[in-house]
């Protein structure tokens, strides 16, 4: 298997710009995670799906960040509009099933830089 | 919120020397895993324990699950430079896994 495969590895914009990244799980992964993760504050998570559906986005900085998985190979998160302090760099994982201590496969991140 | 400490920070070692890191809470956890992570790349399971007081070996590596579920130690006998990378401890309870902030290791030859 390819492992969990995130795009693109690095992404340089402007402040106030969109920014989308995408991630596809391993296939037959049931859930899908995406975490940030910076020097500061460690890898924190931002929300989490079950069989594509939104199970905790608690830990989504504010409304400027938005999350979707259509099907089961496929999520993106948004940033519209982008901020310097969301410089980060973002990691999308999978899981097997939804039980809590299975192995979490994580992809080799996306470093995004917002000027 | 679920919480875990991680110490030290940075730990700068000689190749052939034992370490020791650090993983705390005031939480129980469920189960615990440590991670290990590489410059430029995702976090990498290495254990999962379970089991208050459970000890897990991993070659080199030897994992402690503390008896009340809230702590864990990673000792490493004589570190290699491929030992080299960032350690992260991570606890499930009711909530996805929390991530600690790490231990940044350096073996050097």
């Known amino acids: 298997d390819a492992g969990v495969i995130q795009s693109p590895r690095h992404e340089v914009t402007e402040m106030g710009q969109e920014v989308t990244l995408r991630c596809k799980p391993i296939?037959?992964?049931?859930?899908l995670f995406w975490y940030r993760q910076t020097m500061m504050r460690g890898l924190e998570l931002l929300i989490y799906?079950?069989?594509?559906?939104?199970?905790?986005d608690s830990g989504m900085p504010e409304d400027r960040f938005s999350a979707k998985m259509p099907n089961a190979s496929f999520s993106t998160l948004k940033i519209q509009p982008s901020e310097p302090r969301d410089s980060a760099v973002y990691f999308c994982?999978?899981?097997?099933?939804?039980?809590?201590?299975?192995?979490?496969?994580f992809g080799s991140g996306t470093q995004l830089s917002v000027l | 919120t679920q919480l875990l400490e991680q110490s030290p920070q940075f730990l700068s070692i000689q190749e052939g020397e034992n370490l020791t890191v650090y993983c705390n809470s005031s939480?129980?956890?469920?189960?615990l895993q440590w991670y290990r992570q590489e410059p430029g790349e995702g976090p990498v399971l290495l254990v999962t324990?379970?089991?208050?007081?459970e000890v897990k070996k991993l070659k080199r590596l030897t994992f402690q699950f503390g008896d009340a579920r809230k702590d864990s130690s990673l000792h490493i006998t004589a570190a290699q430079p491929g030992d080299t990378g960032l350690y992260l401890c991570?606890?499930?309870?009711?909530?996805?896994?929390?991530f600690g902030k790490g231990t940044r290791l350096s073996v050097i030859a």
């Open positions: 994982a999978s899981r097997q099933g939804a039980i809590l201590n299975e192995k979490l496969f």
């Open positions: 296939s037959g992964h049931n859930s």
């Open positions: 799906f079950n069989n594509n559906v939104p199970i905790d």
């Open positions: 939480s129980v956890f469920s189960s």
């Open positions: 324990v379970v089991t208050g007081g």
């Open positions: 991570a606890g499930s309870g009711n909530t996805p896994l929390v």
